[in-house]
């Protein structure tokens, strides 16, 4: 099981920007995809941005598209989620989570293996 600690978040105004981070404990080796969800009031977690540690590919939630970055740095088994021009319907825990699939529902949660400990993100107005 790879352990994943993330960092970054806090509170903001509308309009300004937050990173959040998340280090893998251990080589991304044998894992395919990396993803952020973000969990609102309710229980389930939607999804919000994702990345390949093999490809280019990248996805996007289309109400975040333009606005926020996922990116990685595999030399530091690392992935970040740059989020720009922050809304406060953004406001959430931020979680990031790994797979080793190589073919996945990438905006389904349960296509997940291993989870960060979630990032409290508040934007106020």
């Known amino acids: 099981q790879v352990q994943l600690r993330q960092s970054g978040g806090g509170l903001v105004q509308a309009g300004g920007s937050l990173r959040l981070s998340c280090v893998l404990s251990?080589?991304?080796?044998?894992?395919?995809?990396m993803a952020w969800f973000r969990r609102d009031k309710g229980p389930s977690r939607v999804f919000v941005a994702a990345?390949?540690?093999?490809?280019?590919?990248?996805r996007y939630r289309d109400s975040v598209q333009g606005r926020f970055t996922m990116s990685r740095d595999n030399a530091k088994n690392t992935v970040y989620l740059q989020m720009n021009n922050l809304k406060p319907e953004d406001t959430g825990v931020y979680y990031c989570?790994?797979?080793?699939?190589?073919?996945?529902?990438?905006?389904?949660?349960?296509?997940?293996?291993?989870w960060g400990q979630g990032t409290q993100v508040t934007v106020s107005l």
């Open positions: 251990e080589d991304i080796a044998g894992l395919n995809f």
């Open positions: 989570a790994t797979a080793r699939k190589e073919a996945l529902r990438i905006t389904d949660p349960s296509e997940f293996d291993d």
């Open positions: 990345v390949s540690w093999i490809t280019d590919y990248t």
